[in-house]
């Protein structure tokens, strides 16, 4: 997609895009009374960055106004969270916090204390993981690109020079001209001493601190997340006003990630997804003889609109971790240990029931975004299909083109049927359902390589049945062999995906089939 540059900006690696006003992206635009857009609130996309225990989720449960993420544990991946401030809709995107490199005068203080025999109180940094996200991935969970950069510093943490580096990496892993979309978040505001107030503690803290502030032209904001719950909490909203000055000062632009960015980093992801594997294999032999973590399974929840997706992911996770009973609009990422693996699941939008092209571009990019989450790519799609719903063979021919369209032809080669509602069989086995189901189904099912479980997701914990869906996804990844999961391809991680909304769906005529 075409890119607009200002001057300034020339030789930058990243683009900015100004947004249309059909869109309602535009800082100020103004919606006419009568004017069908009105009935889609304008949206902000807000892109949330910082260091270890920085706040960053706590923050992000504040903008949200809810406890959407754990702030509990560390993040480990980015997620997506969405509400409506005021009429406009807010999507906010929570990453894994960046590393902080090490001190180089930490590193000489260290290296004479080992010459010296002793030991060092400072504790060690661990290396970066091999599985660990870049801040292009929360990026691109934010499509077509944020508006607002967040660094959230906590007043209660030093900020040195390592520190500021971090930062400098973050926002430069991004690619040039993020500085202008930035804004510094100082969190834990309620632990500075009283009556010191945040441009005290900026000027006190050091250069490193004031110069994070200028190198964000000025913009800041603080917040007291224990303040959330209060009437008078002013907070959210303040913050919102300076993301709209912001995006004034930009002239309604919003910031996007270079595609050869994205390009690069998927290469750098491939390299460490291969030493990553060596490393698995030589675990795995160690395993045989001391034990070691559990297996991990990353599964891709797939199928129409209203067939119980949410609610397989919940029954196979054993808790309620996907909102069930209304709409899937974004893809979310869960995980749990379940049966002695770690079971990661993406649960996606649902597709048409009839045609791929009746099947909205945003839901069909949303899909590919959902297994782009389960880096470097889900072992499993499990095709959700109710035992309670008949297939016609238009019905399958639209299911197998939106899996071959979105995934490839060797998808078929990652999928299982799993049937939902498994309660209304009663006790009839669900080889007789299969041969009750017709040859369209038999067709299904044998695109799929035969794979099909059935669950009753109304009666979750049900162990025995998960456990042997699991040893199913197991046998199939073994049988695949050197092929275990579906590579991650870069056109997922960029807006424009690479189908055609034309010729990539079979023929749709109703005149060879009859609607049930």
């Known amino acids: 997609m075409a890119a607009v540059s200002s001057a300034s900006d020339t030789g930058n690696r990243s683009a900015r895009r100004k947004p249309t006003h059909t869109r309602g992206e535009h800082a100020n635009s103004t919606e006419k009374a009568g004017d069908p857009r009105s009935r889609h609130p304008p949206e902000r996309r807000l892109l949330i960055l910082g260091g270890p225990q920085s706040g960053k989720t706590s923050t992000a449960n504040s903008i949200l106004g809810d406890e959407m993420f754990d702030a509990g544990t560390e993040t480990?991946?980015?997620?997506?969270?969405q509400t409506e401030i005021?009429?406009?809709?807010?999507?906010?995107?929570?990453?894994?916090?960046?590393v902080i490199p090490a001190d180089p005068e930490d590193s000489t203080e260290a290296d004479e204390n080992d010459n010296a025999g002793a030991e060092s109180d400072t504790p060690q940094r661990p290396p970066p993981s091999l599985d660990s996200e870049g801040p292009c991935m929360g990026a691109i969970l934010c499509p077509p690109g944020p508006h607002a950069i967040l660094l959230v510093v906590s007043v209660t943490q030093p900020f040195t020079d390592s520190h500021r580096r971090a930062a400098e990496d973050q926002l430069g892993a991004l690619g040039g001209g993020t500085w202008r979309y930035s804004m510094v978040l100082f969190t834990s505001v309620d632990k500075l001493p009283k009556g010191v107030f945040i441009e005290e503690?900026?000027?006190?803290t050091g250069e490193a601190l004031q110069w994070l502030v200028e190198r964000c032209g000025s913009r800041y904001h603080a917040f007291d997340n224990t303040r959330k719950e209060t009437e008078d909490n002013t907070q959210v909203p303040e913050l919102m006003e300076k993301v709209e000055e912001m995006i004034t000062d930009n002239q309604g632009w919003y910031f996007e990630v270079n595609e050869l960015i994205l390009l690069e980093e998927e290469q750098a992801r491939r390299a460490l997804e291969e030493e990553r594997m060596r490393m698995e294999e030589h675990a795995r032999q160690r395993e045989q003889m001391i034990g070691g973590p559990p297996r991990e399974l990353r599964l891709l929840l797939l199928g129409w609109k209203g067939v119980g997706k949410s609610s397989v992911g919940n029954c196979i996770l054993g808790r309620r971790f996907f909102e069930s009973g209304q709409e899937t609009e974004l893809c979310l990422r869960r995980q749990a240990l379940v049966s002695g693996r770690r079971v990661t699941i993406?649960?996606?939008p649902g597709w048409d029931w009839f045609s791929v092209r009746r099947t909205p571009k945003r839901i069909r990019q949303e899909s590919q975004r959902g297994a782009a989450l389960l880096r470097p790519g889900p072992h499993t799609l499990l095709l959700v299909l109710p035992v309670v719903s008949s297939l016609t063979a238009r019905k399958r021919r639209t299911l197998l083109a939106h899996i071959e369209t979105l995934f490839g032809d060797s998808a078929c080669l990652h999928t299982m049927v799993l049937f939902s509602c498994g309660d209304w069989l009663g006790r009839t086995p669900i080889e007789e359902h299969?041969?009750?189901?017709?040859?369209?189904?038999?067709r299904l099912l044998e695109y799929c390589g035969n794979y099909y479980h059935v669950l009753d997701s109304k009666t979750p914990g049900k162990d025995r049945s998960v456990s042997v869906l699991l040893d199913k996804i197991e046998e199939m990844i073994r049988e695949n062999g050197d092929k275990a999961f579906l590579p991650i391809q870069t056109e997922w991680l960029s807006e424009e995906s690479s189908y055609s909304s034309d010729n990539t769906e079979p023929e749709d005529d109703c005149r060879g089939c009859q609607l049930q």
């Open 86 to 98: 005021y009429g406009r809709r807010v999507t906010v995107v929570d990453t894994p916090p960046w």
């Open 346 to 348: 993406v649960d996606t």
């Open 434 to 442: 299969i041969l009750r189901g017709g040859r369209e189904l038999q």
């Open 76 to 81: 480990t991946h980015s997620n997506v969270g």
């Open 201 to 204: 503690h900026i000027a006190n």
